[in-house]
């Protein structure tokens, strides 16, 4: 909408309610569905199964840092080593065919390949993400990696519909899915993503995204005491 008058326009984040804290509203209602993931999870960390981790920016950026930490205090216990960790453009599109023209994933997939120092051939990635909704987006990043003979799994904190019907839409059946919880809604953490501190500076507050990567720690923490 063009505005035409000559009152500056606050930011969407200043009309937010402040009586809560950002670990309220959005990290913290990560904690039981992250919970049940390292507890699926908690053994392959133990054996090193998994070499990076991929977190789906941008509403998916928070859940991987705190699965980051966790498996970096798992691998350290055990003696294996940590896993990497990239990020890869995920992002909400109003078709699947917008997304398709609008994100080069070959080249994403190839240059994320290309800082990471060790690419054992019996270890895996792991795709971390907050919202597995039609899985078109997952079935290609698997394939993109599957032809560079890296195999792939999903770690995410909720999902659309089951497994089942994840596989009629072409997930390949070697695609491990772990899901935190299956309510099949949109977790909370997926409507906050100026917390990332990657949106415009229009769309979020300084002073928030430093609390959210205070509550990354916070949170991974208390999932490591809970181990």
Known sequence: MIDS???KVKPAWQFFRKSKTTYETAVGTM???LIRLVDQLKDKFKTGEYFLLIGDDASGRLPALVLKRVANYISDRN???RPDMRFIRG???DTYERYVKEVDLASQVAVLLETVKARPTNKRALLVT???SG???AKRIASELNQRGIRMDVATLDMLTSRDRYREYGIPEDVKIYSGLEKHI???IQQHRELTGLLSQRWRSQQDVAAARKD???LSDKIIASL
């Open 5 to 7: 008058s000559s009152e």
């Open 31 to 33: 904690e039981e569905p």
């Open 79 to 81: 003696g294996v080593q």
């Open 91 to 93: 992002g909400r599109f």
């Open 130 to 132: 907050e919202f597995i």
């Open 135 to 137: 899985g078109r987006i």
């Open 186 to 188: 949109e977790p909370p």
């Open 216 to 218: 990354v720690k916070k």
